[in-house]
């Protein structure tokens, strides 16, 4: 698809529907938005706007479709696979300054707010009211980016991912249209769902401009348990017997040795190198999550565990969890001289342990470096690989392997991406994961942005 370079008389008229200082064409400015967290190439948009308000983004959409410019949107730009990059130049729609708390509605467990909250500061705001909004990727992400990629994280087995957790969606459309979908019943069976439809589809159909979020009761006590295991099938023979039993947990990570090790290098905290269950409950007492470990204890006994350590309360739980949640940082600042690739595949809980033992067996023949962990509870696995940053041989073999990780998740009946989206990376996976339907998603593209405009280059090759 043709696309226009931006002229002068583009600029001005861009500059018009902000304001002066909210309108850059700096180089400075440009490199910033030119790259997220992933490995692929930066992408230098040609200009960056930031709205303050709905009206301003409708105008800018209007505009850009009639002049056919592209538009990505862009919110704390912590994507892991090129998803808010230009690939088409064009402009980059900075929502960081739409970043207002509309409404908190306790009552309710509702709250509205504009795409550039960061979800991490709306979680410390609601605390006060015994609120929080659940789906947590770990990054200083934004509710817009979150929703783009229907975003989910650790707590996603008990609380369901982004799409789970949003209600009412206010949507500007490619020619400046905006449309408003949902409502603030818990449940509706009215129309299409087009939240769902919109959730996930990475600023290709439409830009979020406000979204109604569903929040849940912060809970009353905490509790979590690091266990070993001999081996990954022993571990995702307890992750089954977790989920069977009906216990509930709000977190369920696996963590291979290699990242035990990693743990252990940096924390002090002395675990078996074994594969190891991070597991997480929450519950409105003591008593209640102190019953819940025990049994959590017995069960993980059964499946041959090694090492059962716990701990009961927020502090104890923030001490056993805190080396999970800062691992991706110990592995950055441990490869100092390498490059990074997270891969993001999920399947099938039964299918689980094959394809933990596929990737292990897969990194161990290339003889890259690469940590295995994963969303035990949801089948969610992450591999991330440090390659040599001018390393030629130390790439193939990593896209290699990602590949062939890639297609045995999707021959298991699996997904090329559970949480990160497709972006940029994994394009070329979307025909052997959706067949024919593919085809359709395409109509529906070509039926909300006829121009394609929106975040052109992402998703569909």
Not at 43 to 52: F, I
Not at 85 to 98: A, K, P, R, W, Y
Not at 106 to 114: L, N
Not at 267 to 274: A, D, K, S, V
Request: net charge negative.
């Amino acid at each position: 698809m043709d696309y226009k370079r931006l002229d002068n008389h583009d600029i001005e008229m861009l500059k018009g529907f902000t304001a002066p200082d909210r309108f850059s064409t700096g180089e400075s400015v440009k490199t910033l938005h030119s790259k997220d967290q992933s490995r692929h190439v930066c992408m230098l948009p040609e200009a960056v706007l930031w709205p303050l308000n709905e009206s301003e983004v409708s105008n800018i959409l209007k505009y850009s479709n009639e002049q056919r410019i592209p538009v990505t949107a862009w919110g704390a730009g912590s994507s892991l696979e090129g998803n808010p990059l230009s690939v088409c130049g064009g402009i980059v729609v900075d929502f960081t300054m739409m970043n207002r708390v509309l409404d908190v509605r306790e009552e309710d467990f509702q709250a509205d707010v504009e795409p550039g909250v960061i979800y991490k500061e709306l979680n410390k705001r609601l605390r006060h009211k015994g609120l929080f909004f659940a789906p947590d990727p770990g990054a200083d992400a934004t509710i817009g980016g979150m929703i783009a990629n229907n975003s989910s994280g650790t707590r996603t087995v008990k609380y369901g991912a982004t799409r789970a957790n949003i209600l009412k969606l206010s949507i500007v459309l490619a020619n400046g249209e905006i449309i408003r979908t949902g409502t603030r019943a818990s449940k509706t069976s009215s129309g299409y769902d087009l939240i769902n439809l919109i959730t996930g589809s990475e600023g290709t159909l439409g830009v979020v401009t406000c979204a109604t979020l569903r929040l849940r009761g912060l809970p009353a006590e905490f509790s979590a348990a690091v266990v070993s295991f001999p081996s990954v099938e022993s571990a995702g023979k307890a992750v089954f017997e977790i989920i069977r039993s009906g216990l509930d947990p709000a977190a369920l990570e696996l963590l291979d040795r290699g990242c035990i090790s990693l743990i252990n290098r940096n924390t002090g905290m002395n675990l078996m190198e074994r594969p190891t269950l991070f597991i997480e409950y929450h519950g409105p007492s003591i008593s209640y999550i102190g019953e819940v470990m025990e049994v959590t204890r017995e069960l993980c006994a059964s499946s041959n565990s090694l090492d059962f350590r716990s701990g009961i309360g927020r502090d104890e739980r923030d001490k056993l969890f805190s080396s999970r949640h800062r691992l991706g940082e110990m592995i950055v600042q441990n490869h100092t001289d390498c490059l990074f690739l997270s891969a993001d595949t999920a399947v099938p809980i039964s299918a689980y342990p094959e394809i933990i033992a596929m990737a292990r067996e897969e990194v161990e023949k290339g003889g890259v470096t690469a940590y295995i962990f994963s969303h035990a509870g949801d089948g969610n696995l992450h591999l991330k690989f440090a390659g040599r940053k001018d390393n030629r041989d130390d790439w193939r073999v990593i896209n290699e392997i990602n590949n062939r990780v890639v297609s045995k998740a999707i021959s298991l009946g699996g997904t090329a991406t559970g949480e990160h989206g497709v972006g940029i990376g994994k394009r070329a996976f979307m025909a052997e994961e959706h067949g024919n339907s593919l085809i359709w998603m395409k109509k529906i593209k070509e039926l909300f942005d006829p121009n394609g405009i929106l975040n052109p280059g992402k998703i569909f090759l």
